[in-house]
């Protein structure tokens, strides 16, 4: 079946580090891949997504692209701040008999210190 | 447009008591999916509903557990008989369309404390 293998944390880093959170995936076919936020006590939030490959998602200063010839959709950011202290879930979806439900990696929880 | 609502956001019950979940997808979707959270485990899917109907239930354990999502009112996730293995965080997922391009979007979660 799918399944989703992130980097185990936390990620521990200073504030304006480059952080990179490696994401592959196992799946048939030509999945979407999503990077979602977890905030404590919060639910996921979409962070960025790519539908195909080679497309490369972007969103607050995050990046990730779709690499199928290495099933990955490594998550990046070139400085990180404290106020990006979070889990980070990356997951695919894809077309499944009729259904399409989102599958999850573990997260990975990244701290960043002042 | 209000986001998931779910409620409670947090959830105490004694074993064996029964634990009452609730879902309102945002406006207009359909789709709802229920998902456990586990300290150290990730998002475990549990079950996937449309209006009325259960499309697939492959995540939830047989006994004591059990979904519903009718033609009016919030999608529930019930769990009958708790144990202190039933405490994690539950969350809740709508979808407008089934399409594999489209967001999931996420409530707030239900955190359930078996004590």
């Known amino acids: 079946g799918d399944s989703v293998t992130q980097m185990e944390g936390p990620v521990t880093l200073s504030e304006e580090a480059f952080l990179t959170i490696n994401c592959t995936y196992t799946?048939?076919?030509?999945?979407?891949l999503f990077w979602y936020v977890q905030y404590p006590g919060e639910g996921l939030q979409l962070l960025l997504k790519?539908?195909?490959?080679?497309d490369k998602g972007s969103n607050k200063g995050f990046e990730a692209t779709y690499r199928k010839e290495t099933t990955s959709f490594h998550l990046e950011k070139g400085s990180v701040q404290v106020s990006d202290s979070a889990v980070y879930f990356c997951a695919l979806r894809r077309a499944s008999g009729g259904s399409y439900i989102p599958t999850f990696g573990r997260g990975t929880s990244l701290i960043v210190h002042p | 447009n209000a986001g998931v609502m779910q409620n409670p956001r947090h959830l105490v019950r004694r074993r064996g008591q029964e634990a009452r979940l609730r879902c309102s997808p945002m406006?207009?979707?359909?789709?709802v999916y229920w998902y456990r959270q586990l300290p150290e485990e990730g998002l475990k899917f549990m079950v996937y509903l449309q209006k009325e109907n259960i499309i697939d239930e492959s995540g939830m354990p047989k006994e004591r557990f059990s979904a519903e999502f009718p033609k009016e009112g919030p999608s529930i996730l019930r769990i009958q008989q708790v144990v202190r293995g039933d405490s994690a965080a539950y969350f809740c997922a709508s979808s407008p369309v089934v399409a594999e391009n489209t967001e999931a979007f996420f409530g707030q979660g239900t955190r359930l404390t078996v004590v």
């Open positions: 799946a048939t076919g030509y999945p979407s």
């Open positions: 790519a539908t195909k490959a080679d």
């Open positions: 406006k207009g979707h359909s789709h």
